[in-house]
């Protein structure tokens, strides 16, 4: 478990992250983490859920229906 500290900047508050979760994430100052309730409490990651599902079901229709997305290409 890694525990975080959160401190004020400006008018709001910010969370600081160690250097292992950063690189153990694949981020970086800049870029956006997002946080969803989860069962128990709330999660943080890298990846929007909601565009990680969409491109699940693109990827689904696109094996489905190969062969007429091919011709349609031409």
Do not use: H
Not at 16 to 25: I, N, T
Not at 47 to 59: L, Y
């Amino acid at each position: 478990m890694i525990e975080l500290k959160l401190r004020q900047i400006g008018n709001s508050v910010g969370a600081v992250f160690p250097k292992e979760a950063l690189a153990a994430m694949n981020v970086q100052e800049g870029d956006t983490l997002y946080l969803t309730q989860a069962p128990g409490g709330f999660r943080v990651a890298a990846v929007n859920p909601d565009f990680a599902k969409a491109m699940e079901i693109a990827e689904e229709g696109m094996r489905q229906y190969r062969d007429a997305l091919s011709e349609l290409a031409k």
